[in-house]
T-cell receptor, first 113, second 113 residues
Framework: DGGITQSPKYLFRKEGQNVTLSCEQN?????MYWYRQDPGQGLRLIYY???????QKGDIAEGYSVSREKKESFPLTVTSAQKNPTAFYLC????????????FGEGSRLTVL | GENVEQHPSTLSVQEGDSAVIKCTYS??????FPWYKQELGKRPQLIID?????GEKKDQRIAVTLNKTAKHFSLHITETQPEDSAVYFC????????????FGTGTRLLVSP
């Protein structure tokens, strides 16, 4: 079954700890994205990657880091430098040939205690 | 950069009524305008999109209209059903060869039986 898998679905973290959110896709898509969703603020772009071994900062990249060592995988690390990390995180990939459609994972909800 | 405003933030209608959600964008170079639906606890999914070379697009009970001069676009849902209840996001992007969407803040639509 093709799609995007995010894990974990729920994550709790203590202040000062880094945490890594996993995103894996088997759609053979080149472009992948990380968005942050907060109530009343829509989806905001954190990082994106057009191709393996390349990624770019989005609008709210501070306190986050990513890697793209494999086409299928685009993990996001929320570092201790992120001042307000509690949020819902969505990973997405884009179809071939700039279809325009983003395919989203089911999201990871991070809560900092 | 691009800014997308979406109204209303919440919308309650009776089953069978029509619902209209409006968005405005700031960058006149934007040329792609998708709408995503996010049901409670689920991932956002594309429901309809429009490109700047057309003014209207329909798909069964949903339609999107685009006014490039005024820089606004709208989602119209006719004969609403309870399963239409969800959060709807508009977005805008410039075709740069990959998707750098800017999302609106979302509209929570509630359709009462």
């Amino acid at each position: 079954d093709g799609g995007i898998t995010q894990s974990p679905k729920y994550l709790f973290r203590k202040e000062g700890q880094n945490v890594t959110l996993s995103c894996e896709q088997n759609l053979n898509h080149d472009a992948m994205y990380w968005y942050r969703q907060d109530p009343g603020q829509g989806l905001r772009l954190i990082y994106y990657s057009q191709i393996v071994n390349d990624f770019q900062k989005g609008d709210i990249a501070e306190g986050y880091s990513v890697s793209r060592e494999k086409k299928e995988s685009f993990p996001l690390t929320v570092t201790s430098a992120q001042k307000n990390p509690t949020a819902f995180y969505l990973c997405a990939s884009e179809g071939q040939g700039w279809s325009g459609e983003l395919f989203f994972g089911e999201g990871s909800r991070l809560t900092v205690l | 950069g691009e800014n997308v405003e979406q109204h209303p933030s919440t919308l309650s209608v009776q089953e069978g009524d029509s619902a209209v959600i409006k968005c405005t964008y700031s960058d006149s170079a934007s040329n792609y305008f998708p709408w995503y639906k996010q049901e409670l606890g689920k991932r956002p999914q594309l429901i309809i999109d429009i490109r700047s070379n057309v003014g209207e697009k329909k798909d069964q009970r949903i339609a999107v209209t685009l006014n490039k001069t005024a820089k606004h676009f709208s989602l119209h849902i006719t004969e609403t059903q309870p399963e239409d209840s969800a959060v709807y996001f508009c977005a805008a992007s410039i075709n740069t060869g990959f998707q750098k969407l800017v999302f609106g803040t979302g509209t929570r639509l509630l359709v009462s039986p």
